[in-house]
């Protein structure tokens, strides 16, 4: 009897070796737990439908708690430049969903009959036949082509642009000391590149200001100590 008490935890644990054995066995060879789909959200069109679904067909079959996401997303991203950002989901037990956004264009830079487009981050990402209603950049380049990149995070140019929304900005001049703004409303602000941050701050002021006022302003100029502000 007391052979068999020490046998039986024994057996037991055997028993349970086994069955784990075999279940593992059994999903490997279901595929259960594995990538079986890989589906893409998205209201962007690739170019290149078949090079994506080539990029796809090495990750199925994969197990489901793989971590290869980065190199995933890295290689969405490479095939369209157009696309701001690749986010990856897994649905249990066997789904993958790529979320995928495409950039959004802020500015237009005029070439000949043609226009850049560039992204908030300054990505030129798309060459079109209008701007559309996009303020134009007028920027001295050396070269520009798809893939440049525009450093219009260091003047702030996305944080004008939200603040002079409802001013409706038609074209954004940037020359060596200075950015000029020409708006709809407003007539013309100059923004000086030195310290530009806190001019911008001294703009939202103004700009408070005058829109509860009522009165119509024609030029701003920010490039000195004291505000220069004509009606």
Request: net charge positive.
């Amino acid at each position: 009897m007391l052979f068999k008490k020490k046998l039986l935890p024994r057996i037991i644990f055997l028993l349970s070796g086994l069955v784990m054995i075999l279940s593992l066995l059994l999903v490997k060879k279901s595929g259960f737990l594995r990538i079986q789909n890989i589906e893409v959200k998205t209201d962007f069109q690739f170019q290149n439908q078949k090079k994506i679904e080539q990029i796809f067909k090495p990750y199925l079959g994969k197990p489901f708690f793989f971590n290869d996401n980065e190199k995933l997303i890295k290689e969405v991203k490479n095939q369209e430049i157009k696309i701001a950002e690749v986010k990856v989901r897994k649905e249990f037990p066997g789904k993958i969903i790529l979320e995928i956004k495409k950039r959004q264009p802020i500015l237009a830079i005029p070439a000949d009959n043609l226009y850049f487009w560039l992204d908030s981050k300054g990505i030129i990402f798309s060459l079109e036949k209008e701007a559309k209603d996009l303020p134009l950049l007028a920027i001295e380049l050396q070269k520009i082509e798809i893939g440049s990149r525009i450093e219009i995070e260091r003047i702030k140019i996305p944080q004008i642009l939200a603040i002079l929304k409802q001013e409706g900005i038609r074209k954004i001049t940037v020359l060596a000391d200075q950015v000029q703004l020409e708006t709809g409303q407003l007539g013309l602000i100059i923004l000086p590149k030195e310290a530009i941050e806190k001019k911008i701050g001294a703009l939202q002021i103004i700009l408070n200001r005058f829109r509860i006022e009522g009165k119509r302003l024609t030029k701003i100029d920010l490039r000195f100590e004291k505000p220069v502000v004509s009606f």
